[in-house]
């Protein structure tokens, strides 16, 4: 039984990276809207906005947030998986010196030119797409590369059935515990129960 569950894994893991390819190869990305989120617009500019600092951002796709970073004031890094995403993003960032964007896988921090401190980790729809085997290493990362205070502002799908996407408050919670703290969560507009997640780095112990 323990043998068969890696190829299902294998399997899960190449069917989410063929799915990806092929919808930038045909342009079908509804999650591309080239639109920061108003919900990361208020974190950034908004009444308790955040002192600019570095930022990572996690599954960046074409840049679109990397460049709104850089744009108020962030030294922004983007990192994603996609090569045709990657390609955009370059062109997105090329204007402005303090935006960058690395292929790469966001599990395998340590191979990347990544090194924190980041004052702010963003993921808007990426950690929730991650294999379950691999979130560990997800989060294990963004620790490493991180200091208290930091925050980590993620969106994500709630759990969808038999669909390897999605992931819950609690294990949000669970996760990225004890290195991050859950301080606030702002529901999704879309899908029903998707929400933004708010996590703060702890005092390391």
């Known amino acids: 039984m323990v043998g068969a569950v890696r190829p299902v894994r294998v399997a899960a893991l190449m069917w989410r990276r063929l799915s990806y390819a ?20 208020d974190l950034i500019e908004g009444v308790d906005a955040l002192e600019p600092g570095r930022a990572l951002d996690l599954g960046c796709g074409t840049g679109t947030n990397v460049r709104y970073l850089a744009e108020h004031g962030w030294d922004a890094t983007g990192v994603d998986a996609e090569p045709r995403a990657i390609e955009r993003a370059r062109e997105a960032v090329a204007d402005t010196p303090s935006g960058r964007v690395l292929l790469g896988d966001v599990t395998r921090l340590d191979e990347l030119d990544v090194d924190g401190p980041f004052d702010l980790v963003l993921d808007i729809g990426c950690f929730h797409s991650v294999g379950r085997s691999r979130r560990d290493a997800y989060a294990a990362g963004v620790a490493a590369r991180t200091e208290p205070g930091a925050t980590l502002f993620l969106f994500a799908f709630p759990p969808r059935g038999p669909i390897p996407v999605g992931v819950s408050a609690s294990e949000v919670a669970h996760r990225f515990a004890p290195a991050f703290a859950p301080v606030g969560r702002v529901s999704g507009k879309e899908p029903p129960g998707s929400g933004y997640y708010r996590l703060i780095r702890a005092d390391r112990s």
């Open 22 to 41: 092929w919808m930038y190869r045909t342009g079908r990305t509804p999650w591309d809207t080239g639109v920061t989120p108003p919900e990361v617009v």
